[in-house]
């Protein structure tokens, strides 16, 4: 399976008194697209959420367990520091709307307080535009609005304000599931492309999209992981039961 | 279908009604201070005097007194309103905590203004007096600062109330997504929430603005009442609006009374023209999101 980047050990998380996620044991491959499926609630994105730390900004949040990234346990890590290291993008595509285009793509540093040359930032902004397959549409609007684009543009845009920041991880949290086919195929295309040169963790709710671009795919039910291994056997031969079930449409 | 035509015409009825009373407002007074309109014109505003026993009124001292204490008091008040409205628009989203606080805040719009006037009187003007005292300024005690101060905490809730609406209405999406960067809340304040809500901010510091400008009763009480030119912050002085409040009841002859009455009209106006402007400013600096 190639190195493994992230470790996730005897995970649980949940909100208030419950447990969505039990017993999570997880080890992610670097440089692979591993997609995370499974019926709406079961606590997939729950999971990514707890791999950028992004789960205990609500108040209820509660988890247990470790999380390695390159051996290091996140949870003993500044939060921020993971954020920078394992960057997101959203379901729903949603650029700063008080900011271009450009400020977007830089936003990570300006947030942050980071301050770069014009030169520097000038090529941060080109290399994340170009790896997201915008440059080409956005070079001569970089200093309009960034809502002003196509929803797919502004999801390429989320993208590239994450890479940015040039994360070891990327996180997809059911990144086409606001668009039209179209713009979903060029974020698949965008997607498989990236994952040559960057980890990625998909969450998707869409049988066919998992199959056309992950490397490996975890299944989860009832806060579970159910099963786990590449996208083909996954898909050909399902160890589980439930596995099977979700794949022919039974429950999801 | 009849009903619902009754029904809307009974709408407009209501809203006309509002409308022609501001416009009846306006032109009554016109007609009340015609008097003083006509012989003093727009010099008015220009003139520094008023000297009601010699006849002649100037306004101006009052209008440099209205804008220097509704200035000062926004200036004292904003640091406190904006923390409270970003404590609990951002950094306690609900809790006991953030009730008590709320409802504080909210309580102190609704303290009548003659009870902040006698707690300015006993309270803050001794104060100042012995500030004034310790500067080696003449130790008045009232004047525009102890006004300035009173106003200050007059307007707290109203400022703090609508940029605490208005920061809470921020999307939580653009806020996780700032927070996915690696931002830290104090970063994501200034970079994502305070951009966003600024047009609502202001508006609220408007709202805030207009009240400070015309409140009187409070004011009259504390601001010492003298009709002179204000130098400092320390100088007794009269608002617009205390100096209508402070002499009404003893302008007996028709050119005086006309002239105060020639003072709410400017007050008018004054008033709209900030309403006005602060609606341009709120409108250039809205935030524009094309929806899907």
Redesign the interface.
């Known amino acids: 399976m190639g190195d493994k980047i992230l470790k996730i050990e005897n995970f649980y998380a949940g909100y208030g008194h419950t447990w969505v996620l039990r017993n999570i044991n997880l080890e992610i491959p670097e440089k692979k697209l591993t997609a995370i499926m499974g019926p709406s609630g079961c606590g997939k994105s729950t999971l990514i959420r707890c791999i950028n730390r992004i789960h205990e900004l609500n108040p209820e949040a509660i988890y247990r367990g470790h999380i390695y990234l390159n051996g290091k346990d996140i949870y003993k890590m500044h939060p921020t520091i993971v954020r920078r290291k394992i960057g997101m993008v959203f379901q729903k595509p949603n650029p700063f709307p008080t900011m271009s285009v450009y400020e977007n793509v830089i936003a990570g540093y300006i947030l942050n307080g980071i301050k770069l040359k014009k030169e520097e930032k000038d090529k941060i902004v080109e290399d994340a535009l170009k790896k997201a397959f915008l440059w080409n549409e956005v070079k001569d609007v970089l200093h309009r609005k960034g809502t002003f684009l196509s929803g797919g543009q502004q999801q390429r845009l989320c993208i590239a304000r994450a890479l940015a920041m040039k994360p070891e991880i990327l996180l997809l949290d059911e990144p086409t599931s606001a668009l039209d086919p179209k713009a979903t195929s060029r974020i698949e295309e965008l997607i498989v492309e990236l994952k040559k040169t960057i980890t990625i963790v998909m969450v998707t709710h869409n049988i066919a999209q998992a199959v056309r671009v992950s490397d490996y795919t975890a299944f989860i039910y009832l806060g579970e992981l159910v099963e786990f291994g590449p996208t083909e056997k996954v898909f050909a031969a399902p160890e589980r039961k439930e596995t099977e079930e979700y794949l022919v449409g039974k429950f999801g | 279908m009849k009903t619902d035509r009754i029904f809307r015409a009974v709408l407009y009825a209501g809203g006309a009604f509002v409308a022609l009373l501001v416009l009846l407002a306006f032109l009554s007074l016109c007609h009340a201070s015609w008097l003083s309109l006509k012989k003093f014109g727009i010099k008015f505003i220009l003139s520094r005097e008023w000297d009601p026993v010699n006849e002649k009124f100037g306004a101006l001292p009052f209008i440099v007194g209205t804008f220097m204490t509704s200035i000062i008091a926004l200036i004292i008040s904003l640091p406190f309103s904006i923390s409270i409205a970003l404590l609990l628009g951002v950094y306690l ?2 809790g006991f905590i953030k009730k008590v606080l709320t409802y504080a805040t909210d309580l102190l719009a609704g303290i009548p203004s003659i009870i902040y006037g006698f707690w300015g009187l006993f309270f803050l003007v001794p104060l100042v007096r012995k500030l004034e005292m310790k500067l080696g300024v003449l130790p008045y005690g009232v004047g525009i600062l102890t006004a300035s101060i009173v106003l200050a905490i007059m307007i707290v809730p109203y400022t703090s109330s609508i940029a605490r609406e208005v920061i809470s209405m921020v ?1 939580g ?2 806020i ?9 809340t104090r ?2 304040i200034f ?2 929430i305070l ?2 809500a600024r047009s609502g901010i202001f508006a609220g510091i408007l709202l805030a603005f207009g009240r400070a400008f015309g409140e009187t009763m409070a004011v009259t009480m504390v601001i010492g009442n003298s009709n002179c030119m204000p130098k400092s912050i320390f100088c007794p002085a009269n608002t617009m609006a205390s100096v209508i409040a402070n002499e009404f009841t003893e302008a007996t002859k028709d050119i005086h009374l006309s002239s105060l009455i020639y003072i709410g009209l400017w007050l008018f106006l004054f008033t709209f023209a900030i309403n006005l402007l602060g609606n341009l400013v709120i409108k250039k600096f809205r ?4 929806n ?1």
């Open positions: 989203r609900e999307p999406d653009i996780e997504a700032g927070f996915s960067l690696g931002a830290t970063e994501i970079g994502i951009p966003y935030v524009e999101v094309k899907e």
